[in-house]
């Protein structure tokens, strides 16, 4: 069966990524698919030029700033049968696009989770063996194959694939969290959307041959503000879906370690230090915090 996939590619502040990434898809094996293209840009002309040259189907609309409410609007035009969220930094392989398809095809999920790896990385594939693995299909009864620190931690939107489905039945995204949302909650928006999937019952398969490329993080030089908001919003995911203060513990436990063993590398060390002191915060702030700290 082929599927026709809809790709919501929310943007803003970047040209040659975009570039980049929309000249890994003009190099896809698999052509049934279609870019949403959301905008956030000031300058409407900004990514004109590449729209106008780009042989893809490209439909560019725009939305208010913050990821999920991009997020949101491009849902809003997909009509394809499988619904991704890609970076607009990341990459991806040439036969993605095909292997998602095929993946479908061997688990019946209703949503394949694969793995994102460095931009240099060519070493992705692995065996189709290794792939399937159930990820969570009962999520507060326990009776999931991979602990929900894997899926918390190794899910990111760049690899998360739904079905029409899935995405019929999970709704809209959080506008409360995620980069961009004017509230403490930095981060986590699509971990959430991933849990909400699978509590309304969808079979969540990972599979670790779904690769997509995306630049690696420099901790070093992310801004110590970035890292609380980051903290706060995996803090915020913990008390919305009730995972316990056992979890909410280890979760700020978790980068002081970090921190310690990255002690000769100062900034880094830093990074977790701050990413700590925001899930420590995001864990006594009142949910209904509406500004940026």
């Known amino acids: 069966m082929q599927r026709e996939f809809s790709l919501v590619l929310a943007t803003i502040g970047r040209y040659q990524e975009v570039e980049a990434f929309l000249r890994s898809l003009e190099n896809q094996t698999y052509r049934a698919f279609s870019v949403i293209l959301v905008d956030q840009n000031a300058d409407a002309a900004l990514l004109a030029p590449l729209i106008e040259r780009s042989p893809l189907k490209i439909l560019r609309i725009t939305s208010p700033k913050g990821l999920s409410r991009a997020r949101n609007a491009g849902l809003s035009h ?6 991704c969220f890609p970076d607009d930094d990341c990459q991806f392989p040439p036969d993605l696009l095909e292997r998602v398809n095929l993946a479908y095809e061997r688990t ?14 060519n ?7 290794q ?9 507060r009864r326990g009776k999931s194959e991979e602990s929900l620190e894997s899926l918390c931690w190794n899910a990111p939107s760049s690899v ?12 809209s995204f959080d506008e409360s969290m995620g980069v961009g949302a004017g ?4 981060s986590g928006e699509e971990t959430d959307y991933l849990i909400r999937a699978c509590l309304q019952g969808c079979v969540c398969v990972r599979c670790l041959d779904l690769c997509v490329h995306h630049p690696s993080v420099d901790l070093g030089h992310l801004c110590h503000s ?3 908001a980051y903290g706060r919003g995996r803090s915020y995911l913990i008390r919305k879906h009730r995972l316990g203060r056992i979890f909410a513990l280890l979760n700020i436990i978790f980068p002081l370690l970090k921190a310690v063993y990255f002690l000769p590398h100062i900034e880094i060390a830093r990074y ?12 006594f702030l009142p949910a209904d915090t509406g500004h940026q700290q």
Not at 113 to 120: I, P, T
Not at 160 to 171: E, I, M, N, P
Request: aromatic residues 12%; glycine residues 14%.
């Open 78 to 83: 997909c009509h394809g049968d499988v619904v």
């Open 108 to 121: 019946g999920a209703d949503v394949l989770v694969g793995r994102q790896l460095d931009m240099h990385d």
């Open 123 to 129: 070493n992705g594939s692995v065996p189709p063996t």
């Open 131 to 139: 792939t399937g693995q159930l990820l969570m299909r009962f999520l």
């Open 160 to 171: 998360l694939f739904f079905s029409r489905k899935a995405v019929a039945c999970t709704g």
């Open 183 to 186: 509230t403490p909650w930095g």
């Open 226 to 228: 970035k890292a609380r």
């Open 272 to 283: 977790y230090l701050y990413l700590a002191w925001g899930r420590l915060e995001g864990y």
